[in-house]
Structure formats: structure tokens, C-alpha cells
């Protein structure tokens, strides 16, 4: 899972991309999923990045997911 969080003029927003195993033989995801939304509510650019981890490991928990990585710009929510 990749997510990413942004905050702007406009309001503040929040992108995920849900990729499935990879495929042995082609080394690229089988599936991937890409989701946005923007949030209807004011935040910083570090809230807005931690609204995106959440709500992908609650797009994951739907499916069972059993082993994740997640990829992110913000060390700080990662950890």
C-alpha cells in the first residue's frame, strides 16, 4: 500500500494505491486499486497524511489482509 496526504488552498485531500502480490513471472502487481478523497475537514499536512494510513489499512482490512507494506512520504506517520 501506498498513501499520501496533502493540504492546499482548495481544502486537503488524501490519495491511496492498493496493489496486490506481485506476479512471479511478469515482477509487477496483478492488481492495483487507487483511491482518493478529500477530507471535510481542516488539518495539517501530517493529519492529512495519517487520515491516508488509516483509511488504507481499513481499505486492506476488507479483504483479510494478512502481510502489508506500506510505503509512505511521511517517516513520521509510518512509524
Do not use: Q, T
Not at 17 to 44: H, I, M, Q
Request: aromatic share 8%; glycine share 8%; charged share 25%.
Amino acid at each position: 500500500m501506498d498513501f499520501n496526504g496533502a493540504v492546499g488552498n482548495d481544502g486537503s485531500g488524501i490519495g491511496i494505491w492498493v496493489r496486490s502480490p506481485f506476479s512471479a513471472l511478469k515482477k509487477e502487481p496483478s492488481n492495483v486499486r487507487v483511491c482518493s478523497y478529500k477530507l471535510a475537514f481542516d488539518c495539517s499536512n501530517n493529519e492529512a497524511e495519517y487520515e491516508a494510513l488509516v483509511s488504507g489499512l481499513k481499505i486492506l482490512r476488507k479483504p483479510n489482509a494478512k502481510r502489508i507494506s506500506v510505503y509512505g512520504d511521511s517517516e513520521l506517520v509510518i512509524k
